[in-house]
């Protein structure tokens, strides 16, 4: 097969031919087979370093040795309700004894005085109350009623003498409601406007944390 065709006769020519052609036919693969094992060890070997590289994260930062302490320090000097004391004094025309509650939540007559005593703990430093602009007189809804009173000229006068205790109230104009409430009487009802409910609770709020007296109400 591998002799020189010149050295051979015709015969043997012919037979070399048809071996080479037949061994073209076949088309064997004489290089060694992949090493499949190396092949499929490599294969979870990468597998293995992408999860590692998925799962990595960086160590967690240590926060500094004295947020414990300041942490502890604002939970400890966090004010909170402890104790509230309604009095409630309702007007003569109800025959109703006066009474005391232990909750803000409660309802009373109309003209009823409210008299309240809160208790804090710890007990907060005073702070200078921030002053909300005064809302035009009838801007809105809402008001904040001071007092019910038997004459105009006394519920005037008790408003007077809120604006000279409460700095809240600086500013702020009248608005005296005339009230018949039939057999029970005339009343006269001091009150504010506000405007919108939410600058009616602030004004109320200011007005009590400078120890006065009021309620929010609708026009």
């Not at 020189?4 to 076949?26: G, I, K, T, V």
């Not at 293995?48 to 799962?55: P, V």
């Not at 109309?110 to 602009?133: I, N, S």
């Amino acid at each position: 097969m591998f002799a020189e065709s010149a050295q051979l006769s015709s015969l043997e020519r012919l037979q070399q031919a048809r071996l080479r052609s037949r061994l073209a036919d076949l088309a064997i693969d004489l290089r060694p087979p992949w090493p499949r094992r190396a092949i499929a060890a490599s294969a979870c070997a990468a597998l293995a370093i992408f999860a590692l590289a998925a799962l990595w994260t960086s160590p967690p930062r240590l926060a500094p040795a004295t947020e414990p302490a300041a942490r502890t320090a604002a939970t400890a000097s966090a004010t909170t309700l402890a104790q509230v004391e309604l009095a409630i004094a309702p007007p003569a025309y109800t025959g109703l004894p006066a009474r005391r509650e232990a909750s803000l939540e409660a309802k009373a007559p109309e003209g009823a005085r409210l008299r309240w005593r809160l208790r804090f703990a710890p007990q907060p430093t005073a702070a200078a109350p921030t002053p909300l602009a005064p809302a035009a007189a009838g801007g809105g809804d809402w008001m904040v009623q001071l007092s019910a009173t038997k004459s105009e000229a006394d519920a005037r006068r008790s408003f007077a003498d809120a604006q000279r205790r409460y700095s809240a109230l600086s500013g702020r104009p009248l608005d005296v409601q005339r009230a018949d409430l039939g057999a029970r009487g005339t009343y006269y009802r001091a009150r504010v406007p506000a405007g919108s409910r939410e600058a009616a609770a602030a004004l109320c709020s200011q007005i009590q944390s400078q120890g006065g007296q009021c309620m929010v109400t609708r026009r």
